[in-house]
């Protein structure tokens, strides 16, 4: 069976349902998921508006774009650090 993605309008439309007073069982069933994902859903997407929940979408994609420049840039410098310790010094040895 193939899973249902929900956007972040629709989940955070059922958690309002939720706050209602609708049973966290009650909308499981309804949109045919568990009711571990709703209360997951419920820690990260609770009490914010669909603007605020597409705010966080871009700030988690900026931050995992930046940890990749990151660790592209800490591969350039230890390949940068093994050439420079390859070089030999004026005596004609590597420094080692």
Do not use: C, F
């Not at 966290?24 to 603007?51: F, I």
Request: proline content about 1%; overall charge positive.
């Amino acid at each position: 069976m193939k899973r249902k993605r929900y956007s972040e309008e629709q989940i955070i439309s059922i958690l309002k349902r939720h706050e209602a007073g609708r049973s966290m069982v009650d909308q499981a069933r309804e949109h045919g998921v568990v009711e571990n994902t709703l209360y997951r859903w419920k820690s990260k997407y609770g009490g914010m508006e669909v603007s605020e929940a597409k705010r966080l979408r871009e700030l988690e994609a900026e931050n995992a774009k930046l940890k990749r420049l990151l660790g592209e840039a800490e591969l350039d410098k230890a390949a940068m650090k093994e050439i420079i310790e390859g070089i030999p010094d004026k005596a004609g040895q590597a420094q080692w």
